[in-house]
C-alpha cells in the first residue's frame, strides 16, 4: 500500500507539470483503474507486484488529478465578457480584508445579467483609487447577499522565475475570475445589500471568523501585533505587515504565525487528553463508561472533532486541510485498532491529501510537513527511548521530556535543511534557539489564550487578550534581537538536483542510529549545498533578465562580476510593490546577496515603486537616478553612508568588458522644473561584444527627437526595452529607425489601464519587422548577449496548463 500511496503522489506532482491536460481524463481514469485491478490482481512475485503498485499508482495519480483539474478549470469567464460591466447577485463568500484603498472578498455568485460568470470570484472594492470617480465603499460581511456591478478578468498573475504563482493559487482555491467593483456614479443599477443574511454552512463559518476578529481587534485596538493574535486564532494573516514577516522569517518561526498544523495537532492533543482522562474517570460519576467504549477512541474522536472544528476557524483554508486530513487519518487508524505502522498511517494521510487537493505538492508547506513528521519517525522510531521509570520524581520526568522536545527540535532542524535550502534558498542559523523559545510560547500559552479571550464575553475577554499580546510583544523583541544578527541566515542558489540529493543522502547518514560509522561525515554532503555560488555569464558577456512586474518596469544586468538593476518595479500597495513581490525573491533564489548598482530612471511609482523594499532588503553599492534629493530612496541610500549620483548623458564605465553608456539626461534638464519625471528618465546603452541593449525608461518623444538629434550613431541596438511601456506618446518612427532593434521589450501589465502598448504603436514595430514581446504575454524574458543573441520567454520554457484559463 506505501508504494502505492507514494506512487499515486508522484503522478498527481508530474501532472502539474505539463503544459496541457491529457484528453477526455475521465474515460482515462476508468480505464487506468480497471487495468491496475487487473493487474494487481494477476500479479506473483515480490518485486513484480512492487513494480505494479509503481506504475498504477503513478497512472492513477497522474488521472485523477487530471480529472479533478478538468472539473476546477471548467468554469470560465468568456474572453469578450473580460473588461465590461456585468451586474451580478451573490453572496459575501469569505472574511473580508479592509486595507486603505478598499476592501477584499469572494464573492459566491447567484445569477448574472447578460454573461456566464464563474460560481467564486475574488473581488476588490476601491474608494476612488482607481477612478477619479468617488467610490463608496460598502461594508460589507461574510454571508450578505449583494447587487453589484462588476468588471472581471480572467485569473492571471505575474510569471518570473522563482516566483509565486497566483493563477493555480486562485484554481485550487476554487476562483475563477478576479475583478473590482464599479463606482456607483457611473452606474444605472446602484451597488445594494439585498440581504443582510443568507443561511449557509459555509456562511455560518465565515460570519463566525468574522465576529471573533472583530471583538480581537476592538480588545486589541492600536496594539501593534494585533494582527498576529487574529492570524492564530481565526488564520487571517493579512494585517501583519512585512516587518514583522521579514523577522519571522529570518528567525525560522513563520510557521507558529497562523493555524499551523502544530498549533492544530497541539489543541487537538490538548482535547484529546482532557477527554480521554474525563472519560477514563467516567466524569467522576462512578458509572465505568470505560467499559462501554475505550478511552483511547473517545480522546481520538474528541481530537479529530477539535481538529475540524478549528480548521473551520481558519477559513477550511488549504493548508489547514492539510493537518485535518493527516490528524482524521491518524484518529480513524486509532478507532479501527489499525495503527500497528506510523508509517502506513503517513502514507494514508499523504494519499488523502493528494486525493483531495492534488495541487497540494506544489506547495512548500506541503513538502515541509511531510518532510518534518518523515524526518522525526525515521530519527526515533524503533530505536532507544528516553524512559522515565514509575517512581521517578517531578524534576527527572521534566528534565527527560526537556531531553525530548530538544532532540525533537535538532532532527526537525537538521532533517529540513537540504529541503528548505531548495525550497527558500537560505536556511535560519538562529532557528533552533527562536524556535525552542517560540513554540512553547505560541504554542501553549499565546494560541489557548487568544482562543479563550476570543470567546469569553466582555470585559473578561479584554484582559486574555492583553496578556497573549504581551507575551507576543515579548516574543518579538526577542525575535528581532535575534534577527538582527548578520550571521542569522545563511544564503545560497537553489541547488541542482544533484547536490540536494547529495544533501539528502548525507542528512540521512547524519540521522542514522547510534553506532553508525562516522555519523558526522554526513554534514560534508552540505558542503556544495551551502557554499555554491551564483551563476554568471562569461568574461565580455551579458545575462539581462526583464521581469514580469505588471505595469512597470525592473529589469537585472549580470555582467561576470558584476550585477546591475534599471528600475524596481511598480507600487502595488502600501506594503506591496515589485521588488518584494518579484525581485528580492529571485536575487535571493539565485544567491546574489547584492547588487553593485541600482538605476532608477524617474519617480514615477511604476518604476521606482519597490526602491525601498529593494534597499532594505539587498545591499546596493551605488544608486544612480534622476531621483530629486528629497525622494524616500534617496534619503535612505545616503543613511546608509552610499553613494547616490545623478545620471547624466556620458557617463561611461566598463565591467569586464562589457560597456556601459549614459545618453540621457542632460544635467540642465534636472535643474529644469518645467519637465515632467519621464522627460529626466535615465537612458542607458549596454554593449556586450557586437551586441546591445538600449533600456529607454519612460522618455517621449521630445526627448527621443534630442536623442535622435544629440547621438543619432549611439542609438544602435540589437533590443530596446519600448519606451514609456509602448505609449502613444514614444517610439516616433525616427527613433525606432535610428535604433534598429531587431527585439523589442514591452514591459507592460496585463489588461492595464493606460492600455499599454497603444495598438497603432505596436503595430509600428511589428510594419518595421522587429520582433516583440510583451511580458504580460510572454512572461520575464531571459536574454544572453554573446557571440549570438538568445532570448527565452518563461511562460514558453515553463508552460502550465492552468496559464491563461
Not at 660 to 672: N, T
Not at 753 to 775: C, D, F, S
Request: hydrophobic share 50%; net charge positive.
Amino acid at each position: 500500500m506505501r508504494l502505492f500511496l507514494l506512487a499515486f503522489a508522484f503522478g498527481a506532482a508530474w501532472l502539474q507539470t505539463q503544459a496541457s491536460l491529457p484528453p477526455y481524463p475521465a474515460l482515462a481514469l476508468l480505464l487506468v483503474a480497471g487495468l491496475a485491478g487487473a493487474l494487481l490482481w494477476q500479479c506473483r512475485g515480490r518485486l513484480v507486484r512492487a513494480g505494479a503498485c509503481l506504475a498504477c499508482g503513478a497512472a492513477l495519480g497522474f488521472y485523477w488529478s487530471a480529472w479533478l483539474a478538468q472539473l476546477a478549470l471548467a468554469p470560465q469567464l468568456a474572453l469578450a465578457d473580460e473588461g465590461r460591466d456585468i451586474t451580478i447577485i451573490g453572496t459575501v463568500a469569505s472574511l473580508p480584508y479592509q486595507f486603505q484603498q478598499g476592501v477584499r472578498f469572494n464573492f459566491a455568485v447567484d445569477s448574472a445579467a447578460g454573461a456566464a460568470v464563474p460560481p467564486l470570484i475574488a473581488l476588490s472594492w476601491y474608494a476612488g483609487f482607481r477612478d477619479e470617480v468617488t467610490n463608496d465603499v460598502g461594508d460589507v460581511q461574510p454571508g450578505e447577499r449583494w447587487q453589484l456591478t462588476v468588471r472581471l478578468q480572467r485569473p492571471h498573475g505575474n510569471a518570473n522565475p522563482h516566483g509565486f504563482d497566483y493563477e493555480v493559487w486562485q484554481l485550487e482555491q476554487g476562483v475563477r475570475a478576479t475583478g473590482h467593483v464599479r463606482p456607483a456614479p457611473r452606474l444605472a443599477t446602484p451597488n445594494v445589500r439585498l440581504d443582510s443574511f443568507v443561511p449557509g454552512f459555509n456562511n455560518v463559518v465565515q460570519a463566525s471568523r468574522a465576529a471573533l476578529r472583530s471583538r480581537i481587534l476592538r480588545s486589541l485596538q492600536g496594539k501593534e501585533y494585533a494582527g498576529v493574535i487574529v492570524a492564530l486564532v481565526v488564520g487571517d494573516q493579512r494585517a501583519i505587515p512585512q516587518s514583522d514577516w521579514q523577522v519571522f522569517n529570518r528567525t525560522g518561526v513563520s510557521h507558529l504565525i497562523s493555524i499551523s498544523g502544530l498549533h492544530i495537532t497541539m489543541i487537538a492533543g490538548m482535547f484529546a487528553l482532557g477527554a480521554g482522562a474525563l472519560w477514563r474517570r467516567s466524569f467522576f460519576t462512578g458509572r465505568q463508561l470505560p467499559l462501554i467504549l475505550p478511552a483511547q477512541k473517545v480522546a481520538a474522536l474528541a481530537g479529530a472533532v477539535t481538529a475540524l472544528l478549528y480548521v473551520l476557524l481558519a477559513g477550511f483554508g488549504v493548508p489547514a486541510q492539510r493537518t485535518l486530513y493527516m490528524l482524521a487519518v491518524v484518529a480513524l487508524a486509532l478507532w479501527l485498532g489499525r495503527i500497528t505502522s506510523i508509517t502506513h498511517v503517513l502514507c494514508l494521510a499523504l494519499g488523502v491529501v493528494v486525493l483531495l487537493d492534488p495541487w497540494a505538492v506544489l506547495w512548500p508547506g506541503f513538502w515541509l510537513s511531510f518532510g518534518a513528521v518523515a524526518t522525526i519517525l525515521y530519527a526515533t522510531v524503533g530505536r532507544t527511548a528516553l524512559h522515565v521509570q514509575a517512581d521517578a520524581s517531578r524534576w527527572q520526568r521534566a528534565r527527560t521530556a526537556l531531553a525530548l522536545g530538544a532532540h525533537t527540535q535538532y532532527v526537525v532542524t537538521v532533517g529540513l535543511v537540504p529541503l528548505t535550502m531548495l525550497l527558500f534558498s537560505q536556511v535560519s542559523l538562529v532557528s533552533p534557539v527562536a524556535n525552542a523559545l517560540a513554540i512553547p510560547v505560541i504554542s501553549l500559552l499565546v494560541t489557548p489564550l487568544s482562543l479563550l479571550g476570543s470567546l469569553l464575553p466582555a470585559p473578561l475577554c479584554d484582559g486574555v487578550l492583553l496578556l497573549a499580546h504581551f507575551l507576543v510583544q515579548m516574543l518579538a523583541q526577542v525575535l528581532d534581537w535575534l534577527g538582527a544578527r548578520r550571521f542569522a541566515v545563511w544564503t545560497a542558489p537553489a541547488p541542482p538536483a544533484w547536490s540536494f540529493c547529495w544533501a539528502l543522502f548525507g542528512t540521512a547518514w547524519l540521522l542514522a542510529p547510534r553506532g553508525w560509522p562516522h555519523r558526522w561525515a554526513g554534514m560534508l554532503s552540505w558542503i556544495p549545498l551551502l557554499t555554491a555560488l551564483p551563476s554568471s555569464p562569461p568574461p565580455g558577456q551579458l545575462w539581462v533578465t526583464a521581469f514580469d512586474v505588471g505595469q512597470g518596469m525592473a529589469l537585472l544586468v549580470e555582467t561576470h562580476q558584476h550585477r546591475l538593476l534599471y528600475d524596481t518595479g511598480p507600487a502595488y500597495g502600501l506594503d506591496s510593490d515589485g521588488a518584494s513581490r518579484v525581485i528580492v525573491p529571485y536575487l535571493r533564489a539565485r544567491g546574489i546577496g547584492q547588487l553593485d548598482g541600482l538605476i532608477i530612471s524617474h519617480s514615477d511609482t511604476d518604476h521606482a515603486g519597490g526602491a525601498i523594499s529593494l534597499l532594505k532588503n539587498v545591499p546596493v553599492g551605488w544608486l544612480s537616478s534622476s531621483l530629486p534629493d528629497g525622494h524616500p530612496a534617496v534619503a535612505f541610500q545616503r543613511r546608509l553612508a552610499r553613494p547616490h549620483m545623478r545620471c547624466v548623458a556620458g557617463q561611461r564605465w566598463s565591467w569586464e568588458g562589457v560597456r556601459f553608456e549614459m545618453l540621457h539626461p542632460l544635467l540642465e534638464a534636472h535643474h529644469d522644473i518645467a519637465l515632467k519625471p519621464n522627460a529626466r528618465s535615465c537612458t542607458v546603452k549596454i554593449t556586450a561584444g557586437r551586441h546591445a541593449i538600449l533600456l529607454a525608461g519612460d522618455i517621449e518623444a521630445a526627448q527621443e527627437g534630442e536623442l535622435y538629434m544629440r547621438s543619432r550613431a549611439a542609438l544602435a541596438a540589437d533590443v530596446l526595452l519600448a519606451p514609456h511601456h509602448g505609449s502613444g506618446t514614444s517610439s516616433t518612427q525616427a527613433f525606432l529607425n535610428a535604433v534598429e532593434p531587431s527585439l523589442a521589450i514591452f514591459q507592460v501589465g496585463h489588461r492595464n489601464r493606460y492600455r499599454h502598448p497603444k495598438a497603432e504603436v505596436y503595430q509600428r514595430y511589428g510594419q518595421m519587422g522587429i520582433a516583440r514581446l510583451r511580458t504580460d504575454v510572454a512572461g520575464a524574458v531571459m536574454m544572453a548577449f554573446g557571440e549570438a543573441l538568445a532570448v527565452e520567454q518563461y511562460r514558453r520554457s515553463r508552460p502550465r496548463y492552468w496559464h491563461g484559463r
